[in-house]
């Protein structure tokens, strides 16, 4: 897989009224292939329409969105993990069986890193939410992806679920390497996960923060400065006119 390049991208929607509205307009930025990626920025400034196009769920009006060939093979997490409450566990990790091609040896590695092991007859409404993510989380990495994109998947979990759940994927994304995409609105996950933190601004990219800072990484210490720097691009983007 090449590096994900996007020129010009824009992508405009029309609201009842009539009135038309655009969620990206004149986006031109890079993803780095094999890179931990992070987009943050405030609620309406494109985040989840870019993460939309690059999923192929949508097609942008305007602009090339490039991955250098064809596009990867592609796992896509959301913000809720949408387990198919008639399936158990099992079943709903390996729904890829019906067509979308994955691994069953890997299902089951996964479900025994992530502490789900025990848990393969359950059903949905049997787990915890954090649970519920992990599972949800399994069925994407045994699908093999090589473009992970994840739209918010941590953000409704509490604190000690979250930071479990992002060093699981820390760790795998150490153990197997492909490019993730990931959305945040929380500025120390974005610091923590991110390799490059791109700060979204009105449907364009308003900078970008890097941070090489080695994997694992622990949860707090060091990350203010980074933190600052985000701040600094969010803070000019209030003084740039509508």
């Known amino acids: 897989m090449?590096?994900?390049?996007?020129?010009d991208l824009s992508r405009f929607y029309t609201l009842p009224d009539g009135k038309r509205v655009a969620a990206l307009k004149g986006c031109s930025l890079s993803i780095r292939d094999g890179s931990f990626t992070v987009i943050v920025g405030k609620s309406g400034c494109g985040k989840t329409t870019l993460l939309r196009l690059l999923a192929g769920l949508e097609r942008p009006d305007e602009g090339t969105l490039d991955f250098g060939g064809s596009r990867p093979r592609t796992g896509v997490m959301f913000q809720t993990p949408r387990l198919l409450p008639w399936l158990t566990v099992e079943d709903n990790v390996c729904i890829w069986r019906h067509g979308m091609g994955g691994s069953a040896e890997l299902a089951g590695q996964y479900?025994?890193?992530?502490?789900?092991d025990s848990f393969r007859k359950a059903y949905p409404d049997q787990l915890s939410g954090g649970m519920a993510q992990r599972a949800a989380l399994v069925r994407t990495l045994s699908c093999q992806p090589r473009l992970l994109l994840m739209d918010e998947p941590f953000a409704a979990l509490d604190y000690f679920t979250r930071e479990k759940l992002q060093d699981e994927l820390m760790a795998q994304y150490v153990r197997q390497p492909m490019t993730i995409v990931f959305?945040?609105?929380?500025?120390?996950?974005?610091?923590?996960?991110?390799?490059?933190?791109?700060?979204?601004?009105?449907?364009?990219?308003g900078g970008r923060v890097?941070?090489?800072?080695?994997?694992?990484?622990?949860?707090?210490?060091?990350?203010?400065?980074?933190?600052?720097?985000?701040?600094?691009?969010?803070e000019e983007e209030k003084e740039t006119p509508l």
């Open 210 to 234: 890097t941070n090489e800072e080695p994997y694992p990484r622990p949860s707090v210490a060091g990350r203010m400065a980074l933190k600052t720097d985000i701040l600094h691009i969010l």
């Open 111 to 116: 479900l025994k890193a992530f502490g789900l």
């Open 2 to 7: 090449s590096d994900i390049r996007m020129e």
């Open 183 to 205: 959305i945040t609105h929380d500025l120390d996950e974005a610091v923590r996960l991110g390799q490059d933190i791109l700060v979204m601004h009105k449907g364009c990219c």
